[in-house]
């Protein structure tokens, strides 16, 4: 009992993973009883300090563009060039998609990475058929586009220089500094108001930062990320995604302030909300890191939720509702018009040209 202990507390706390967990996807049969020999060789496996690699898996998805139906998300469709995400965020919503895979939205999602090496082509047939109409595309919606595995990869690089190409506009939203790799191209998207990037901050503690979004950039790059766009002449904006409350509402301010004095012109945010086995791991990874806050943030989760931990419908699953989400609003708002954070410009198609590859094919 005393390996099944120990290595059970090792699950919860792989080093460089927001969770060691891997429950059983809600479309799955439940696993059989755990022998005290798997619990023997995970505690071995703690004993010797080993990390779960992370394993990469080809999509063969003929389709790139996804469309969106919710009224609240703010975009018609969106483009995602992996699935699953190395950042290994413990509240993030997306996990239990990994399960549709017949995985688990646990260790799987983080480690388990499915990329789409064709995205830019399978994106530029979609740009110049006929019947597509142009329209802001949002990267990503179920992953970051911009994971440590594009720094190798190139994919999501290959689908803006595709939308650079076409004027289509395209906006972003990503935890990773390596965003600021791509800026000659933005640069180029900005004179045509076709490019709005959104780096998340959550947070400027470097621990809770550390624990909450292992593998993400720490919070002092994505600032730097924010400047060095800025400077491209490339609109930035932030995205307090999600704002965690009892743990990190408090920080609204200085996080504001921070993106502001970086070259930020434009901020939003999100509260917290856990969907299907998200809770129950964000659970766990409480007790491991915060356990003397677990209850009070919790109960703000409840408390905005109208008593869950979750809420699935349009129109309130955003920004929540009840007293202390108004609170929350109230502050965002007054922060945000205090350092200058509303001078986001609208995206437009009016520049978007279809035969933009065409023409390119023909100077050779």
């Known amino acids: 009992m005393e390996a099944e202990s120990k290595a059970q507390h090792f699950i919860t706390t792989r080093r460089g ?43 063969p998805s003929r389709s790139i563009v996804t469309t969106n139906e919710s009224p609240d ?62 329209k802001v595309l949002m990267l990503s919606g179920v992953t970051d586009c911009y994971q440590p595995l594009e720094k190798k990869m190139r994919i999501t690089r290959g689908c803006f220089e595709v939308l650079r190409d076409f004027r289509n506009p395209a906006a972003i939203v990503t935890k990773n500094a390596l965003v600021a790799r791509d800026g000659d191209i933005f640069e180029e998207m900005a004179q045509f108001d076709c490019i709005s990037v959104n780096l998340s901050v959550t947070t400027l503690d470097p ?4 624990t909450m979004e292992p593998r993400a950039s720490q919070p002092h790059l994505r600032l ?12 930035v904006g932030i995205m307090i995604g999600p704002v965690v409350p009892g743990l990190t509402d408090h920080e609204i301010p200085a996080i504001l302030k921070a993106c502001g004095d970086a070259g930020a012109v434009g901020a939003g945010y999100t509260m917290l909300r856990l969907p299907y086995g998200v809770k129950d791991l964000f659970s766990t990874w409480l007790d491991q890191h915060f356990p003397e806050k677990k209850d009070k943030v919790l109960g703000h989760v409840r408390g905005v939720r109208e008593g869950k931990l979750n809420d699935a419908n349009f129109g309130s699953r955003m920004r929540g509702t009840g007293v202390y989400a108004d609170q929350i609003a109230d502050i965002f ?3 945000k018009k205090k350092y200058g954070l509303n001078k986001r410009k609208a995206l437009t198609t009016e520049h978007f040209r279809r035969d933009a590859r065409d023409k390119q094919m023909s100077l050779f």
């Open 73 to 134: 998300v703010g975009m018609e469709a969106s483009v995602n060039p992996y699935r699953g995400c190395e950042h290994g965020c413990i509240y993030c919503f997306a996990r239990p998609s990994h399960e549709y895979l017949g995985l688990s939205a646990g260790l799987d999602f983080e480690t388990k990475i499915y990329m789409k090496p064709r995205a830019p082509e399978l994106l530029a047939e979609k740009l110049s058929s006929k019947s597509w109409e142009p």
């Open 333 to 335: 708002a007054l922060y």
């Open 17 to 59: 993973r927001g969770t060691g967990e891997n429950p059983t996807g809600r479309f799955e049969k439940e696993d059989g009883e755990r022998t005290p020999d798997y619990w023997a060789e995970l505690y071995e496996d703690a004993q010797n300090g080993m990390q779960v690699q992370t394993q990469t898996f080809i999509d």
């Open 207 to 210: 621990h809770i930062a550390r």
């Open 224 to 235: 730097r990320a924010i400047e060095s766009l800025s400077k491209r002449g490339v609109p």
